[in-house]
């Protein structure tokens, strides 16, 4: 059986809210994700396949994703 933590990396992306600047709307209208914000926080939630090409697509904009 998988690793929940493995199956939780795969699945979201964690940045603070600020990274999305300018990128947001371009984030939603490329990809099927939602955007939960908590505490000054953004958890991009999505397929594996959405959030491997949100990551690529917000490493092209700049924003450093981990």
């Known amino acids: 059986m998988p690793d929940p933590t ?6 979201q992306i964690v940045l603070p809210c600020r990274a999305l ?4 709307d ?3 209208e490329r990809f099927t994700v939602t955007v939960f914000e908590a505490n000054g926080q953004c958890r991009i939630i999505g ?3 959405e959030i491997k090409a949100a990551s690529s697509y917000l ?3 700049g924003v450093a994703v981990a």
């Not at 600047?21 to 947001?24: L, M, T």
């Open 21 to 24: 600047d300018g990128v947001r």
């Open 6 to 11: 493995s199956l939780r990396d795969s699945t």
């Open 47 to 49: 397929s594996p396949v």
């Open 26 to 28: 371009g984030l939603h």
């Open 59 to 61: 490493a092209r904009q």
